[in-house]
């Protein structure tokens, strides 16, 4: 669930840089009816394949608009943190891969190394770019 929930606030703050007034409570239905039905998948459908299914397509959504905010509004922030969404998704690259390096040191545990990094590069755009 928290997966599922941060991929919907990524992409809903993506969105809501595009978007105002009516179009706004649109968004958060939308993501409210989203959550819901991934809750009710993963529970007959628990496993990681559920959660890359709802969660890449929102990551594809929201590295798609922090480029177009980087490109055309020139919101420096964005660009750290598209960077961020790509190494975020070669981590998950990494652990549908079941890359290791060592037998304790499994994909699982790569995932959340090279997660972390991908972390830190969106907070550090989240900090660059200013309330609206």
Same mark, same amino acid.
């Given at each position: 669930i928290f997966v599922a929930a941060t991929g919907l606030l990524l992409a809903m703050s993506t969105a809501l840089v595009f978007v105002t007034g009516k179009g /706004?409570?649109?968004l958060y239905i939308t993501a409210g009816v989203l959550l819901i039905s991934f809750y +009710?998948?993963?529970r007959t459908q628990d496993n990681f394949q559920s959660v890359v299914i709802f969660y890449l397509p929102l990551m594809g959504i929201s590295l798609i608009g922090f480029l177009v905010a980087f490109f055309y509004y020139g919101i420096t922030g964005a660009l750290s943190i598209s960077i961020g969404l790509l190494v975020s998704l070669a981590a998950s690259w990494v652990q549908v891969m079941r890359i290791s390096?060592? /037998? +304790?040191?499994n994909h699982n545990d790569l995932f959340h190394v090279i997660q972390m990094l991908?972390?830190?590069?969106?907070y550090r755009g989240g900090l660059e770019i200013p309330p609206f």
């Open positions: /706004e409570d649109a +009710n998948r993963i390096l060592h /037998e +304790n040191f991908g972390m830190y590069l969106m």
